[in-house]
């Protein structure tokens, strides 16, 4: 199974956890003389690569007709050997592309406030959403609009992380120039929008008929845990008898994010637990109104007590789809696993592995897959996914859409609906 859009605040999210530890030669190799001999073994050998290198480059001095980018050319070096372990989760990325990917994981950043999506082979960028209180609200961009000038640059062709690094984000204070096509009027606008501070809203909510309370959950970032929470009790205070957790098109995110609002939901027990090469890992946990997560030195208090230690025993449904990964299977699998609410929806992408993100000392980083999940029944998402209790496809022109229908068109919504309706 595999993506065919790119989806962001304006970029991508990390998947997985995020690890804050440095790096050092040391960091990756054992004590006990036996492994480190194996370990000398399997490196690579240097002085060849050292090398092939050299020659390499004196070839390119001597014979390319353009001119080289020493920068770009070690980049790409590196991002080549972690490209070599044939894994799509495990990069390089250079110090420009971390702080980006640091600036999305905590969900506050300097920009115009949309979530875009990218289609992989038209290259069509599109806005997903456009966030309340923002620049681009505020200057009249809609969903659907599809992006195609910044600044009199055409940006129609470019990836979006292009888009975003270079020609979207920047100074707060400073202004662009928005040019899009809005389909629903076959006519190409132009926006002036004004940069500023914005958190992303991961999470949105309304109150359905019937009392149904409607979360929708786009990523999980450090920010999502206090809008989810918030979003629950403004449901209660509105009179929610039931509640629909919307995962489809969510990438995944921050564990930790996914495991906090798990423990807030569900009775205490494991919540997910990990795995790496040598069988070692984390066990989270919620109990005695707390997060905790075991791991081989015993228990540890992982997070904060929980401000209110009662769980939500409504009936719940989970929305799910092939493009809801990572966390947010580890979290509709729990939930599942607990019986604690009906899955809906199609199979799930089937990303069940965790990457570390590790900084390095000159300001770039690598992530790297260091583990698998494995939930409360020991169940492994990796390559299966999520199987839903209901399966419902989408109908008509949504069957293969990358964005999701009106309420009234979506059948996963309309079954969850009429499940807890019963």
Known sequence: MKKNFKTGLIAGLLVGVLATAGIGSAAFFATDGFTNLTMEKNRLDLRSINENIRDLETMIDEEYLNKKDNEQLEQYIYKGLLAGLGDPYSEYYTASEYKRLKTE?????????????????????????????????????????????????????????????????????????????????????????????????????????????????????????????????????????????????????????????????????????????????????????QIYYKNDNGYKDKAYPKKDSGKLELPMAVLINGDSASASEVFAQAMKDYQWATII????????????????????????????????????????????????????????????????EDAQLQRAIKELNQ
């Open 105 to 289: 994981t905590t969900g506050n950043y300097c920009g115009i406030g949309v979530r875009i999506i990218q289609e992989s082979k038209t290259m069509k960028t599109t806005v997903a959403e456009v966030f309340e209180d923002s620049p681009a609200l505020e200057a009249g961009m809609e969903v659907d609009d599809i992006i195609k000038a910044v600044n009199d640059v055409d940006v129609s062709t470019m990836d979006m992380d292009e888009i975003v690094n270079n020609h979207i984000l920047g100074k707060e204070g400073t202004k662009i120039e928005m040019q899009v096509y809005r389909p629903s009027i076959k006519k190409t606008l132009s926006f002036d929008i004004e940069r500023r501070q914005v958190e992303a809203q991961y999470v949105k909510s309304e109150m359905l008929q019937n009392k149904i309370g409607y979360i929708s959950i786009s990523s999980f970032a450090v920010a999502t845990t206090n809008q989810f929470n918030s979003a629950i009790k403004n449901l209660r205070r509105q009179g929610a008898e039931s509640l629909i957790i919307d995962l489809r098109n969510n990438p995944g995110g921050v564990l930790n994010s996914a495991v906090d609002m798990l423990a807030s939901l569900l009775p205490d027990g494991v919540l997910v637990y990990t795995k790496d090469k040598n069988g070692k890992g984390d066990h989270y946990e919620s109990k005695d109104g």
């Open 345 to 408: 929806g199609t199979q799930s992408y089937g990303k069940g592995i965790v990457q570390n993100l590790i900084p390095l000392t000159d300001g770039t980083a690598v992530k790297l897959t260091v583990s698998s999940y494995y939930t409360k029944n020991g169940s492994v998402i990796q390559g299966k996914g999520v199987t839903p209790d209901i399966k419902v496809e989408q109908k008509g022109k949504w069957k293969n859409s990358t964005l999701l229908p009106p309420h009234d």
